[in-house]
């Protein structure tokens, strides 16, 4: 058996991947296993908490270097920006963007988000990042050298998502978390300024103490919240059934290192209503209905034009899979491949 390219660090990954485990899951089915072999240790994923959380670093700081050593790779690949800060571990990490710099929080993961991260970042053999919004930041805010740094372009899974000819209900769909950036405050007061109608607001997300129950009050405040529904998690099947059913799918964010629910609803033929801020234009192209993060008036004014404007949503069913379709993980495996090939020579 040949040597392996990398050893693929599957840490993050539990049973129900959002975000950053979804793309770890669907970069490693892009990849060669033989190749690149990777671990899956059990109950260090976001599935368990704080807890999971502590356990994971730990492993990762005790436990992985002698692991990665016995492989015999001459690298260690970590689907996001986490690895052995002791010297002999050569990583590659994939930055997925620099959220809590931007936007730093007071919380248990404070610590890790502006010590440890950045310098995971330093140490790395390289740094992929999911977009070129990422990379500028990364380059800029971390002073990382540009040679240190490349743009590994994601995708997503065509057999899972994919239009399904549905009738298309009278609701917006918000997936992803409640965190600030997201901007959701924003979009609610934006739909509650909407005509009083059939029109709802579905928000599919893990629910967070700190910011989902203000959400929830100020949809009472302003008299919608029987026109607001909070769903913590749903499964592959109900998602896609949401996104094929849904008049739109909305991400009003401040930021976003990638978007990848909005490439997800493209494929599924679902118009898309995307914030003009972070990498979320890279994503979408010309094939959604762009939104100013900061002018409600304007969120109202394309969140009314979506749900009424029938050829507009014919329009961007059309473009969305086609746009789509230049996001595949076959190509984002063989480029990886072909990296860790240039890195480990």
């Known amino acids: 058996m040949s040597t392996p390219l990398a050893l693929f660090n599957g840490s993050y990954l539990g049973e129900r991947p959002t975000g950053i485990g979804v793309v770890a899951r669907e970069l490693y089915a892009a990849l060669d296993h033989q190749e690149v072999p990777a671990l899956w240790p059990q109950g260090l994923s976001p599935d368990h908490g704080s807890r999971g959380h502590l356990r994971r670093l730990l492993w990762t700081q005790r436990q992985l270097p002698k692991l990665w050593k016995s492989s015999g790779a001459p690298l260690l690949l970590s689907p996001l920006p986490e690895a052995p800060l002791g010297k002999g571990v050569p990583a590659v990490v994939l930055a997925h963007d620099l959220l809590p710099l931007r936007y730093p929080q007071l919380s248990p993961l404070l610590a890790y988000h502006l010590a440890y991260v950045p310098l995971v970042l330093h140490r790395a053999r390289h740094v992929l990042c999911n977009s070129e919004a990422t990379a500028r930041e ?47 405050a924003r979009l609610i007061r934006a739909f509650a300024r909407l005509p009083q109608g059939e029109q709802m607001l579905h928000f599919v ?98 969140i009314a034009q979506i749900f009424n404007d029938r050829c507009l949503q014919l329009e961007l069913a059309k473009a969305g899979p086609a746009r789509a379709a230049q996001f595949n993980w076959r190509i984002t495996g063989a480029n990886l491949t072909q990296r860790l090939k240039e890195l480990a020579n």
């Not at 540009?146 to 994919?162: D, I, T």
């Not at 239009?163 to 918000?174: A, D, T, Y």
Request: charged share 20%.
């Open 138 to 184: 990364v380059h800029m805010r971390l002073r990382l050298p540009l040679r240190r740094l490349s743009v590994l372009r994601l995708g997503f899974s065509p057999g899972l998502l994919k239009p399904m000819g549905l009738q298309r209900e009278n609701f917006l769909l918000v997936l992803g978390r409640h965190d600030p950036h997201k901007n959701l």
């Open 205 to 302: 997300g893990p629910h967070d103490s700190r910011y989902t129950p203000k959400l929830q009050q100020l949809a009472v405040e302003l008299g919608i919240e029987k026109r607001c529904r909070f769903t913590p998690w749903v499964d592959n099947n109900e998602r896609l059934t949401l996104l094929n059913r849904a008049t739109a799918l909305v991400m009003p964010s401040l930021w976003e290192g990638f978007g990848l629910p909005a490439l997800e609803a493209m494929a599924c033929g679902t118009p898309v209503l995307a914030s003009t801020a972070g990498a979320l234009p890279e994503v979408v192209g010309a094939a959604a209905l762009p939104l100013n993060p900061l002018d409600i008036d304007q969120m109202t004014s394309a």
